[in-house]
């Protein structure tokens, strides 16, 4: 299209040529054009190397802690569902009444099992493993209260959802008081929560050092072919066209660096796996170090693609309309 | 073609390069535009490539004000304006047939199409055989018409050459401007900036003349001859 003469055609529309073929066009330019942005990565080796080395080592480090939190989770998550509620029945309740509770209970959806320790029992338990023994021969009647273990389904294991349960439970007429250790589970929680954000802090941080470096990279090569983008600009380039090339560099430097992340990763896991399985071995516990899944690492590739691209589109925005010709 | 209208540029600072110049340009005419150095030459050609907007008046191409003309809008506007320049602004790091497809390739032609024009444009200026050299291996004439044919590879109804002979001798310089006659010839509108005056005085073309900013003569080469000393005051 001709702003200025009507009847002058241009391009694609004095070739007649059929839609299929303009689209198959547009992609094979744009194929083009990113192999020979690839193409100049190529011609200068150290450079590229060292910029694809910084992305790549700012996104182990996330993707490394992040793998760290997970199997720490996967640890602590075998611990929460052992969450139990020990009930304390009180004392003037007839065992009818206790029978008749244990049924109720037993239909919540909360309830995954219930079992019921007689005071008597408790007495006897008591009494072996506490070492009190022959002291509790001078008590005249049994102190204990009968006892209700409830375990929680897994949906209502977690701190919270069993603290409700508790509440729950102790608003029953039959029992005095309800006891839920859950104290070390929730400070667990606190600091893998914490543990949780300090990674995304990280990451953050580096995300964005990734993107200002990248940023650079690709203003330094903007400066560096400055008269060239004169030239083009000369003979009717628009800024989208001259930009194209810079913009698939930093795409290109994003998936080298995602690539690089993820070797890194797999190497990092490998590495510590025997040091862990030595630890482990301590606790007499089957546990083996889980690395990244496909769609993780589908997650960190993708990331470290968008953060090429944010940074040469930053740059690009910015350095590709201040050139002008003169 | 072009259509000056009391134009004035006063670049920041205060200079004021033009001052109400006012001249149209018909289609398919050709006419050389003359003066010292400091003139005003360059900043009136800027001002039709939209490489600088006047201060004040209107320029027109083809009945379009350019002041109409957004910034987004202006490389579809260089790609009706074949520029030359003394200085080539060729690619040194690419060869003649790339420096000489650019504006093709920039305008989305295809592959075969694009070999095609390249060459006939190279054949026009007699260089087909240079096609895969580099512009660095070429003389100074050369490389002169390795721009003029980027210029042309498009077939633009408008030509602008800023000092196209400023470095060569006069017998090149006068190939170039037969170049130019040639596509003149073939309706194609042209407008010289040009210090040479030796070469102006052997054509009977328009002529413009710029004095610190300001049009002085207007007219065919002998007119302006027979003014000459109101050049040189």
């Given at each position: 299209m001709s702003l200025l003469f009507k009847d002058r055609q241009h391009g694609a529309e004095i070739s007649q040529i059929s839609t299929v073929q303009k689209v198959m066009m547009f992609f094979v330019d744009h194929l083009r054009q990113a192999l020979a942005s690839l193409g100049d990565l190529w011609r200068t080796p150290t450079a590229s190397l060292l910029t694809i080395g910084v992305l790549g080592l700012s996104i182990t480090l996330p993707t490394t802690l992040y793998v760290l939190v997970k199997n720490t989770e996967q640890v602590s998550a075998g611990w929460e569902q052992a969450a139990e509620i020990s009930l304390f029945l009180r004392k003037d309740v007839s065992q009818g009444d206790i029978q008749q509770l244990i049924?109720?209970?037993?239909?919540?959806?909360?309830?995954?099992?219930?079992?019921?320790?007689?005071?008597?029992?408790?007495?006897?338990?008591?009494?072996?493993?506490?070492?009190?023994?022959d002291a509790l021969q001078y008590l005249d009647k049994n102190p204990l209260p009968d006892v209700l273990l409830v375990t929680p389904t897994e949906k209502f294991a977690g701190p919270q959802s069993a603290a409700r349960l508790l509440d729950k439970l102790r608003n029953e007429r039959e029992v005095e008081?309800?006891?839920?250790?859950?104290?070390?589970?929730?400070?667990?929680?606190?600091?893998?929560?914490?543990?949780?954000?300090?990674?995304?802090?990280?990451?953050?941080?580096l995300f964005l050092a990734v993107v200002l470096i990248i940023g650079n990279t690709i203003?330094?090569?903007?400066?560096?072919?400055?008269?060239?983008?004169?030239?083009?600009?000369?003979?009717?380039?628009?800024?989208?066209?001259?930009?194209?090339?810079?913009?698939?560099?930093?795409?290109?430097f994003g998936l080298a660096g995602g690539i690089l992340a993820w070797f890194a990763v797999i190497i990092i896991c490998w590495w510590m796996e025997s040091s862990i399985a030595a630890l482990t071995q301590l606790y007499q516990k089957d546990f083996t170090l889980t690395g990244l899944s496909g769609s993780e690492l589908l997650v960190v590739l993708g990331l470290s693609v968008t953060l090429g691209l944010a940074g040469s589109i930053i740059s690009v925005a910015r350095h590709i309309r201040e050139i002008e010709p003169t | 073609m072009i259509k000056f209208e009391q134009v004035s540029k006063t670049y920041p600072g205060g200079q004021q390069a033009l001052r109400q110049v006012s001249f149209h340009i018909k289609p398919g005419e050709m006419a050389f535009l003359t003066g010292h150095s400091g003139a005003g030459k360059s900043t009136l050609l800027k001002l039709i490539s939209i490489m600088e907007r006047p201060t004040v008046g209107r320029v027109l191409i083809n009945g379009h004000d350019l002041k109409q003309i957004t910034s987004r809008q202006i490389p579809y506007i260089r790609r009706d304006i074949g520029m030359i320049f003394q200085s080539h602004q060729l690619l040194m790091d690419k060869t003649v047939f790339d420096n000489v497809a650019l504006p093709l390739i920039i305008e989305g032609y295809s592959r075969r199409e694009t070999?095609?024009?390249?060459?006939?444009?190279?054949?026009?200026?007699?260089?087909?055989?240079?096609?895969?050299?580099?512009?660095?291996?070429?003389?100074?004439?050369?490389?002169?018409?390795?721009?003029?044919?980027?210029?042309?590879?498009?077939?633009?109804?408008?030509?602008?050459?800023?000092?196209?002979?400023?470095?060569?001798?006069?017998?090149?310089?006068?190939?170039?401007?037969?170049?130019?006659?040639?596509?003149?010839?073939?309706?194609?509108?042209?407008?010289?900036?040009?210090?040479?005056l030796g070469l102006i005085a052997r054509m009977r073309y328009r002529t413009l003349t710029l004095k610190n900013g300001q049009m002085i003569t207007d007219g065919l080469t002998e007119d302006w001859q027979e003014d000459s000393d109101e050049f040189t005051v």
């Open positions: 049924k109720r209970v037993n239909l919540w959806p909360e309830v995954e099992k219930l079992v019921h320790v007689p005071s008597e029992q408790a007495l006897k338990e008591f009494k072996q493993l506490s070492g009190f023994g008081t309800g006891k839920l250790d859950i104290e070390w589970l929730t400070r667990l929680h606190g600091v893998l929560t914490l543990a949780r954000e300090l990674v995304s802090l990280i990451a953050l941080l203003r330094l090569n903007i400066l560096n072919k400055r008269s060239e983008i004169q030239v083009m600009k000369l003979v009717g380039a628009t800024d989208a066209f001259i930009q194209r090339p810079f913009l698939y560099t930093g795409f290109w | 070999t095609k024009k390249v060459h006939a444009a190279l054949d026009m200026v007699g260089l087909l055989n240079k096609a895969k050299n580099s512009p660095v291996t070429l003389s100074g004439g050369e490389q002169q018409r390795v721009g003029i044919a980027r210029a042309v590879v498009n077939r633009p109804p408008l030509l602008l050459a800023d000092e196209p002979t400023g470095n060569l001798d006069p017998k090149l310089s006068m190939e170039i401007i037969e170049l130019f006659e040639n596509f003149n010839q073939a309706g194609v509108s042209v407008f010289i900036a040009t210090h040479d």
